[in-house]
C-alpha cells in the first residue's frame, strides 16, 4: 500500500508538469506499481512500467541515498570484507532469486527468512503445512542447495507457526519441518533469531534485503532484534 501511495505521488509530480524528478533510494527506483502518465491527467495512466524505464523518457537523476546505497553494494560485490554475510527476506523467492544466484557465489554465509524460506524447506523434504509455497520453483531451489554453493545457505531451524494471518491468530513455535497441515510459518522462531545475530555479529560486513517475518505485527519480533544487532555491531554494512 505504502508503495502504491508513493507511486501515485511520483506520478501526480510528472504528471504537474515538473521537467526532472529525483529517485531518492532503491524502493523508489523500480516496481511494477509505478505508473506513468506520459504528462496526462493522473486518472489517464497508461499502465504499470517500472520507473527505471522511465530514463528514456523524462530527466531522472539519482538522490543522495540511492548514490550510497549503489556505492555500498558495489564494495561488497567487489571486496567486502569478510566473512561477508547477506540475510534475505520477503514473501516470494522468485522475487530474489537473481539476487541469490548473483550473490550466492560471492558470500560466506546467505541467511534465508520471510515466507520465501518456505519454499527452500519444502524443497528439501521438510513439512511446512499451508505456509506460503511457489511450486513452481522447487526445482529451480533444489538445484541452488545442491550446487556448490549451497551449503552457504541457513535455513530457520524453528518457526512461529499461526493457524491464519491475522495478528490475532493462536500462534506456536515449532520446528521448521514440523508446521501441522493449516498453520502456516509467519515469522522465524527464537532458535532461528539466535543462530542468526550470532552469525551477523562474527561477520565482518552484511547486506540485508527483506524482512524475516510479518515485522509489522507486534508479536512478531525477529527482524527487529536482528536490525538491533546489526545496528550495534562494529563492521561495516549495507
Known sequence: LFRSIVATLVAAVLASGYDIAIAAANAASYGDE???PLRTPPA?????LPLARLLVA??????PLLLAEVDALGRLLEEPPRPFTVIL???KVSDKLAVIEALLPRVDRMLIGGGMCFTLLKAQGKE??????EEEMLDVVAGLLASPDGGKIVLPTDVVAADGFREDADHVTVSADAIEPGWMGLDI???TTAAFVAEVGASASV???GPMGVFEWEDRKSTRLNSSHVRTS???SS
Open 58 to 63: 523524462a530527466s531522472f537523476v539519482a538522490g
Open 44 to 48: 489517464l495512466f497508461l499502465g504499470p
Open 89 to 91: 527476506g520477503g514473501a
Open 128 to 133: 511446512v503445512g499451508g505456509s506460503l509455497v
Open 34 to 36: 509505478i505508473r506513468y
Open 234 to 236: 562494529r563492521m561495516p
Open 207 to 209: 547486506f540485508w534485503n
Open 189 to 191: 522462531g527464537p532458535e
